[in-house]
Every structure is written in C-alpha cells, then in structure tokens.
C-alpha cells in the first residue's frame, strides 16, 4: 500500500467515525426531546383550573390533583429549611476553614458516599432513624429531613466549588484591612459566591422535588381525604402519585396520568431553567 | 473582644456542619446495621444466600436480586458506556458552538427527569413498543429495565467524561495534528487515552448509578425475583434489590424477619455503592495527580 493510499484510507475512516459519533449523539439527545414533547402534547388537554386546584374524586380517577402539588411544596419547603443552612455552611466550612489534613480528607470522602448512596436506601434510614426510632411516624418531618440528607452533597459541593472561583486576591485584600476570616466569607466571598450558591440550591431541591423512593416509607401517602394540618402528618405527593395511578389503580384515565407526569415535569424543569437563568446572568455580570 | 466572641461562636457552627456529614455516613450505617443485622440471626445464612426469594413462605435467598441487579446493570451499561462516552467525545470534540449550546440543556434535562416519570414513559411507551418489536409475551421485561437505565446513566457518564477530555490539555492534539494525524486519529489515538482515568471515573459513577436506581426499575422489569433458567433471560421479567425493597417494605410488619431481611438487602446496596463511590474517587485522584506531573 503505497503512502496516498493509507491517507486515503485513513481519510475515509475519519469520516465514518465522525459521522458514527454525530448519529450516536444524535439516538442519544433525540429521544429525550421527543418524550418532552410528548408529554407535553399528551398532559396539556388534562390541565384545567380543576385540575390544579381540586381534590381526587372517585378513587383518584377524576377531579384534580391539588393535594399531590401542595405536599410536593411542604416537602420541598421542608428539604430547603434544613438542608440549605446546613450545605450551606458545611461548603464555607470546606472552602474557607478546612486545612489540608487526615479530617478533611474524611470529610470529602462521607460527601462522595453520601452522593452515590441509592434512593431507597435513603428510604430505609429515615424509616430506621426519623419514622420508628425517634417516633416521627410517617410524616412530612420525617420525610422532609430524609430528602435532606440526600440533597447536602449537591448543595455542598456546589458551594464549595461557587466559593472556590471566587479570586484568592479577594481574600487577601479583606484581611489585609483587618477583617476576620468570617466577615471576609460573610462580606466578601459569600455575596460574591452568591450566584452559584443559590444555583446549587435550586439544583439540589430540583432532585429532592422528583424523587419517590425516599419518602414511600417516610411520609408519602396513598390517597389522604384532606390537606396535612401540621409536620407530623403524612401527605401526598406528585412523584409518588404518578407511581401509584400508572401501577396500582385499574381504570386510571390516562390523559390523567400525562396531565400529572406534566405539572411535575413543569415543576422540575422549571427550577431547572431558573438555575439556569441565574448562572448565566450571573457569569455575564462578573468581573473576574 | 465582644465581636471576637460572636465569631468564635460562628467558627464552631460552620466546623461542625462541615463535620455533618461524616455523622449522617455514621447514621446511616448504624441504622442500617441496627434494622438489617438482626436478619443474620433469623435467617440461617445458607438461606439467605439461598436462590429463591418467596418472602410469604419465608424464603429469603437473596441471590435472585442480587443477580437481577447485576443483569439490568450490565444492560444498562452496554447501552450507556458507546451512547455516553460517544457523546461526549463528540460533545468535547467535535461538535460546534452552536450544537452543543443545543445539547449541554438536552442532556440536562435528561438527568433532571424524575426517575418515576421514566418510569412511567416505560410502562406507557417502551414496554408496549419492545413488545410489539420483538415479539415478547410482555415488554415489562429487564431488557426495557436496562435501556431505561442506560439513558439514566448516559447525564453522569457524558458530563464526567467531558470533564476529562476537557482537562486533556490543547498541545496533545496540537502535537499530533502536527504529526500529520486527522481529527478521528487525534481523538481514537491522543485524546481519549490521555483521558482514560477520568473517562473510567465516569463508568464507575455510571455503575452507581445504574445499580441504585429504584423507581424506573421497579415499574418496568415485571417483578419476578427468579434466577435465570435460560439464555435469554434479558428479555423476561425480573427484579432487583432496589425494587424489592421499595415493593416489600410498605407491607411488612416491623420487626418481621422479612423486614430485616430487606434491611440487609440495604446494608448489600449501601456497600456496593461505597465501593464503587471509593473507586472512582481514587481513580479521578490519581488522574489528577497524573495530569499535575505530565504539566509541571
């Protein structure tokens, strides 16, 4: 084989995988617009002022889904209180305090585990700790601070990584005016980390909003006949209804189904493009 | 000194947050062990190693669970590792500006959906549809469970593998694109070798992934906790951990034998994820330290 004939044959081969890779991001990125569509073609005619704002009647297959939105937003209300304060403050803690040592080390090592631990095994620790040991019952509490737990990586590491970017010279100008390592994170690090702290925020109960597994046992409930009164009530909510109208109630209209798959996914999404929003305004505005 | 002492007291709560999650780690082992261990005191250990899990006439043998998460994971994962890595080079590589201000939000969105609602578009369209196709007595099968799966994994493979094509650094290609090598010969020969640590990270995580996920799994593989007994068990039902412990755990009674054994199935998941999380935070440290040497 003389040499333009390797060159041709490399050249052909070139672009055969080039155009193999554009076909499998292609299989890969088209399914996920399509079924977006879909659900939106497929859910929209069940969307009504009823359907938002009244309760299930017979046995869930007619009236609305009102009390599956309002738990999602007690359970989302409830992730956030404890879950930001404390992610929050454990990323200032990695960023700004921690020194290079065994602990930190340590530190990382829970966060890493605490991300990759499974969803219903979440599920099963705050049925373990929060539902039976320290009698919560089923209940918004003890659902709310188990989708805690799972959220704090996220929240944590987005943090972490916000404060991060923030210039070292930034630092070292606060505390050459005198000021104290906490008014330099509170005055100076922190405000300017803001964009990406509250992005991670949004991110972090983004997921705790979607997920199912971890509130079954811990304080979602099946069909209640009215609206949760305090935390200790167990309460509806949007992801775990879908799973029980598409598996365990027979007759189910599915135009109902698609309608509630997308007040969730209006939800998700939702959360997701104010993300960001603010990330992408915030990295326009930046002067660093 | 007043202002000294307020901030002392403000060091200390944002130390021992930081602490926090070493404690919940601690919680979550010792609440799995408190509720899970006792099942090895119930159930004889050949039992619970057993091969058929029929709960109602207590037999706990997990192996059927164990061997349907493996299966669905290694599906998942012929699917996710050509789509995700394949993604990402030409996302990293390839694609133009403009392609990829389309499919960065595409790919987000794909790891943004709840894992019921592609749970739910399983039951409603990939099920009926692989049944049609492949002419299956049903689609709810752990063929639909692993395709499923393998577009879960595919966000956590692509945006980790693009990080690490991303810190190959510029005069890798530039020197073999000198050399006279084109842009499908950089790729296949320069970049993705130089990455291969971080890609491998993204396996891994990918695996993780795939084996804790809970909800499209359990409303798409049919739920039947049998061992294989041909070939092509791939296309029939079958069922994971991490869906029998969502089925089960609503009707046991607490403290049942059943109830710690499904607790042990959670200490089995928890240790999985733990070696597979180390793993591929030893392997992203060490590509780290590599790339730090080859730059210095």
Redesign the interface.
């Known amino acids: 084989m003389d040499n333009s004939n390797y060159a041709q044959v ?2 052909r ?2 672009i055969v ?2 155009n ?3 076909l ?2 292609f ?3 088209v ?3 399509g ?2 569509v ?2 939106i073609v497929r859910g929209a005619p069940a969307l009504s002022w009823e359907f938002l704002t009244a309760m299930p009647r017979d046995g869930m297959r007619a009236g609305g889904i009102m009390p599956a939105i309002v738990g999602t937003f007690y359970l989302a209300i409830g992730t956030a209180i404890f879950s930001v ?2 992610g929050v ?2 990323g ?3 960023a700004e ?2 020194s290079d040592n065994r ?1 930190t080390r ?2 990382r ?17 705050g ?3 929060f539902v ?2 320290l009698n919560f019952g089923t209940s918004i509490l003890a659902a709310s601070l188990t989708l805690s ?1 799972m959220t ?2 996220v929240i ?1 590491s987005t943090t972490e990584e916000a404060l991060r970017q923030v210039p070292n010279s930034f630092r070292v100008v606060s505390t050459s005016l005198g000021g ?4 330099t994170v509170k005055n100076i690090t922190l405000p300017q980390a803001m964009p990406g702290v509250v992005t991670g925020i949004i991110l972090g109960l ?2 705790a ?5 971890p509130i ?2 811990t304080g979602a409930s099946f069909f209640l006949p009215m609206l949760p009164q305090s935390p200790m009530d167990a309460t509806m909510a949007l ?2 209804h ?2 029980v109208i ?2 365990s109630v027979p007759g189910m209209p ?1 135009q109902i ?1 698609y309608g509630t ?1 997308l007040v ?2 209006v939800f ?2 939702g959360m ?1 493009v104010i993300a ?1 929003v603010i990330r992408n305004r915030a990295r326009a505005r930046r002067q660093w | 000194m007043e202002m000294v002492k307020g901030e002392r007291w403000i060091t200390w709560i944002i130390r021992i947050s930081g602490y926090s999650s070493i404690l919940f780690v601690s919680l979550i082992l010792i609440f799995l062990a408190r509720e899970g261990l006792p099942a090895l005191g119930k159930v004889p250990l050949g039992d619970l190693f057993g091969t058929r899990w029929y709960p109602i006439e207590s037999y706990f043998g997990i192996w059927p669970l164990i061997y349907g998460s493996v299966l669905v994971t290694v599906g998942a994962l012929l699917i996710g590792i050509p789509f995700g890595i394949g993604t990402a080079v030409y996302l990293s590589e390839l694609a133009p500006a403009w392609i990829k201000n389309i499919l960065k939000p595409v790919i987000e969105i794909l790891a943004g959906l709840p894992s019921v609602v592609l749970g739910f578009l399983g039951i409603q369209l990939v099920a009926p549809s692989f049944r049609e196709f492949l002419n299956l007595p049903t689609g709810l099968t752990a063929f639909t469970g692993a395709v499923l799966l393998g577009f879960i994994a595919i966000p956590t493979i692509v945006s980790i593998s693009e990080d690490a094509l991303n810190t190959v650094p510029a005069m890798y290609r530039q020197g073999a694109m000198a050399l006279g090598a084109n842009h499908w010969q950089t790729i296949w020969g320069v970049t993705v070798p130089a990455a291969r640590s971080g890609l491998l990270t993204a396996v891994m995580l990918g695996v993780g992934r795939a084996i804790g996920e809970t909800m499209a799994v359990m409303m798409v593989t049919g739920n039947a906790p049998v061992l294989p007994s041909s070939w092509n068990a791939l296309f029939l039902p079958a069922r994971t951990m991490t869906a029998t412990i969502a089925s089960e755990m609503g009707e046991v009674a607490t403290g049942s034998d059943h109830y710690h054994v499904l607790f042990f199935i959670g200490i089995v998941l928890f240790l999985i994820s733990l070696a597979v999380n180390l793993t591929a935070s030893s392997l992203a440290l060490r590509s780290k330290k590599r790339a730090e040497r080859l730059l210095s």
């Open positions: 490399s050249k081969k070139a995988g080039v193999l890779l554009r499998i991001t299989i890969t990125a399914p996920v617009i079924v977006i879909y659900i304060p404390l403050a454990a200032i803690y990695i305090y921690a602990l340590l530190v090592i829970a966060i890493i585990n605490l991300a990759g631990i499974p969803s219903v095994v979440y599920g099963l620790f049925l373990g700790l039976l040991f737990i704090l990586p944590i104290t390592r906490w008014q983004e997921r909003v979607g997920e199912t597994a079954m046992f992801p775990y879908i799973f598409s598996t599915v189904q798959v969730l996914l998700v999404l997701n960001t």
